[in-house]
């Protein structure tokens, strides 16, 4: 990494070098897939926490983020399933970026960065709330104690009310077929791949609500502009186009909710996981 500071597009295309230097397929298909992403989050948390802040982030899969935010001079603390932090190419990754990474195998538990006095300016939590299978109260307890009053996690994850979706579903029902995840992707996707539960912006609010009155939640929704559809693209990638042209105009209908939780005081928790007995 460099000395100073990089703006959000020259940490970006730093980190493309990275990733192409290390020749792992899936991580080049994953940073080319998501690289719209990247620079969209850079440039909000550049709006929202300008650097030195410091960030949490839950989730960073192949460092691809936290890299940048790095670059960026954000002081960086990335946790991932070990399946992810604790692969050689991770490791060393974090250890040439200045990031510390840490593997945890039980978010749900809500035992991590347990020192006393840690604290962080922002939780990165982007595309992630919608692989979530556990009870999340114990990570969401976490997540609360280590922000400092006024800090804010910054959530990004599918909008379940799109056209597409809402006509996909349809169809699924009318003919039968079920809801929900299809047996082929439960087959054919890795365990933390799947999208078990995608939500709307009120779903949202009333999720944080449910735990705690400091948490204040900002909604605002976005179509990912840098998705293009190939040249030879099918019927089925046309006609999704089409429809998602048409919501275009219409926010709570576009792909993608952006999410700002902030923690405005210290008054009282609400929920307890509940219990198996």
Known sequence: MKDRALSASA???????????????????????????????LRRMTELAPPPAKVLDIGSH???????????????????????????????RAQKGGIDNLAVGRLEDGDFLQEEGESFDVVVFTEIMEHITFNPVLLWRRVYDLLRVGGFVYITTPNSLTPWKML???????????VGVSPDEIMHTVTYGHHWKEYSADEIRKYFALMSPDFSVEIAHFNEDWKTAPPDASIKSACRAFVRGLAANI???????????????????LIEPPGFI
């Not at 990733?19 to 989050?41: M, P, Q, S």
């Not at 790095?70 to 992810?84: E, L």
């Open 11 to 41: 940490a970006i295309a730093q980190v493309e070098e990275i990733v192409r230097g290390g020749a792992n397929e899936k991580d080049v298909a994953y940073f080319k897939e998501h690289r719209g992403r990247f620079e969209r989050t």
């Open 251 to 269: 926010p709570v209908l576009r792909d993608q909710i952006e999410a700002i939780v902030r923690v405005q005081g210290r008054t009282r928790w």
């Open 62 to 92: 192949y460092l691809h983020l936290s890299l940048a935010l790095r670059a960026m001079d954000y002081h960086v603390v990335s946790i991932d399933a070990p399946a992810f932090a604790d692969q050689p190419l991770m490791r060393a």
């Open 168 to 178: 996909h579903v349809l169809k699924r029902m009318t003919t039968l077929a079920g």
